[in-house]
């Protein structure tokens, strides 16, 4: 099982930047990727970044050059920078942890961290 906590989501306005966490914990293995996601209320859940324990970052094209997803693996944290925000990034962000073993698939969610930016 694996727990993971989001943390640093508020209100901004258009511009504005913010800073989200996510802590993991419980049986984290050492190539776990992690990643954010996010859901507006008129959307499906959609990925915003990736990166994987060793460093390998993957990013939407809607963040790309706004957005910088980083890692901390000794403290099983994963960071999302978010600069320039704009009202379109308005959304519950996700910490996500993506596992495969033997064959199959493990998929971790946080609860959300809500960010809304103003415009």
């Known amino acids: 099982q694996v727990q993971l906590v989001e943390s640093g989501g508020g209100l901004v306005q258009a511009g504005g930047s913010l800073r989200l966490s996510c802590a993991a914990s419980g049986s984290v293995l050492n190539n776990d990727a992690m990643g954010w996601y996010r859901q507006d209320p008129k959307s499906q859940r959609e990925l915003v970044a990736t990166?994987?324990?060793?460093?390998?970052?993957n990013y939407a094209d809607s963040v790309k050059g706004r957005f910088t997803i980083s890692r901390d693996n000794a403290k099983n944290t994963v960071y999302l920078q978010m600069n320039s925000l704009k009202p379109e990034d308005t959304a519950v962000y996700y910490c996500?942890?993506?596992?495969?073993?033997?064959?199959?698939?493990?998929?971790?969610w946080g609860r959300g961290t809500q960010v809304t930016v103003s415009s």
């Open positions: 996500n942890l993506d596992r495969y073993w033997v064959g199959k698939r493990y998929i971790y």
């Open positions: 990166i994987s324990t060793g460093g390998s970052t």
